[in-house]
């Protein structure tokens, strides 16, 4: 049986990840300090080949205990200050653990002969697409214009164009779309679970630049993808990248509100006009499709509809509550 060190997986991508790891046959070790509650984690308490231990990936000493205590296979790299604003207000704390704890965490896993190094980067590194006709792939420049996108473009550069290629290491750099979905771990500052939230609680929704094109995916894709890039064959995947999503799945917000207006006719949705978005970008999925045999197994309106369920069943207590953003 294969161990995987899951960095960041009480969080929302990696908390719905721990159990797909453990139901697939993997033990799971888990590290992450937190920050939004240990709730996430419930869930796969007392299974049998899950571990769990608090820390920060920013020790050193913490890293190194970790990687002795277990027998680690592979990593996958989710811990981060994640998104453009968490960033923005911590840019210290950012460069600290996006760049310089995820070097060292690199340093580690190659010292101590790992296999798999999954790093969870974004397709927030295309930034602006040069021609709105035409879609963005993995051999396009990389125009970040955010922190926390140039941090992920940082890394990246590390991993695919600075590590000596020798030995059985094996690092792969997975682009993803914006996430959307519900996972053990909530998150309500990602545009479709935000925007379902407030519609389905009759709220007024206010939405800048309706025009702009973005990539989304659901959250237990990203668990398939992450998999995919544990299981495939190495000489497809070590120091290579792949968007993680499906070409079908760009959308400009218009369009994700014209998705939410077929379960919710008489929204309330105020359109403010924003000429430039930094961020405006159509992503070509064809790579890992085509590479790694990557479909995704929901689509937005499948999305819309279970937060649109949760919310209506009022499931959360308070969805409005803090921890459930990352600002
Ligand atoms: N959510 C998205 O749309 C999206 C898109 C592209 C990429 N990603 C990437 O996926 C990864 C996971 O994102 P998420 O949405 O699950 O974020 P999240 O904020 O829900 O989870 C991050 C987790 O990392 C932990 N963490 C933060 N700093 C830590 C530290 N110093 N030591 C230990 N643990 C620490 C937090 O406690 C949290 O549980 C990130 O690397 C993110 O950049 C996410």
């Not at 996006?98 to 790992?114: P, T, V």
């Not at 140039?150 to 290629?165: C, F, M, Q, T």
């Amino acid at each position: 049986m294969e161990t995987v060190l899951v960095t960041g997986g009480a969080g929302y991508v990696g908390s719905p990840l721990i159990s797909y790891l453990l139901d697939t046959g993997y033990r799971v070790v888990v590290i992450d300090k937190l920050s939004f509650g240990g709730e996430s984690l419930v869930h796969v308490w007392g299974r049998k080949n899950f571990a769990f231990i608090r820390g920060d990936i920013c020790s050193p000493d913490f890293l190194s205990q970790v990687f002795d205590r277990y027998p680690i296979d592979h990593v996958v790299h989710l811990a981060a200050i994640v998104g453009d604003p968490a960033c923005e207000k911590q840019p210290e704390l950012a460069r600290k653990v996006n760049y310089e704890a995820s070097l060292m965490l690199l340093d580690i896993a190659i010292d101590r002969k790992i296999d798999r190094f999954i790093f969870a980067s974004t397709c927030s590194n295309y930034g602006k697409m040069s021609d709105p006709d035409r879609y963005v792939d993995e051999s396009s420049p990389l125009a970040p214009v955010s922190l926390y996108a140039e941090l992920k473009v940082h890394v990246e550069d590390v991993i695919l164009n600075r590590l000596a290629r020798n030995g059985k290491f094996c690092p792969v750099c997975l682009r993803f779309s914006t996430v959307y979905g519900i996972s053990p771990r909530m998150r309500f500052d990602l545009t479709v679970n935000e925007f379902t939230k407030d519609l389905s609680l009759g709220r007024e929704l206010l939405v800048y630049g309706e025009q702009f094109w973005r990539p989304y995916c659901h959250v237990q894709d990203f668990s398939r993808a992450i998999r995919l890039a544990l299981t495939s064959a190495e000489d497809k995947v070590a120091f290579n990248v792949y968007n993680v999503g499906s070409t079908a799945e760009n959308y400009r917000k218009s369009m994700i509100i014209e998705e939410i207006e077929k379960l919710i006719p008489n929204a309330k949705v105020r359109y403010v006009a924003k000429e430039e978005d930094p961020r405006d970008y159509r992503v070509s999925f064809e790579k890992i499709a085509s590479d790694l045999g990557f479909n995704i197994s929901k689509r937005v309106p499948d999305g819309i509809r279970e937060i649109k369920k949760l919310i209506d069943d009022r499931v959360l207590k308070d969805p409005d509550e803090s921890r459930y953003r990352n600002i």
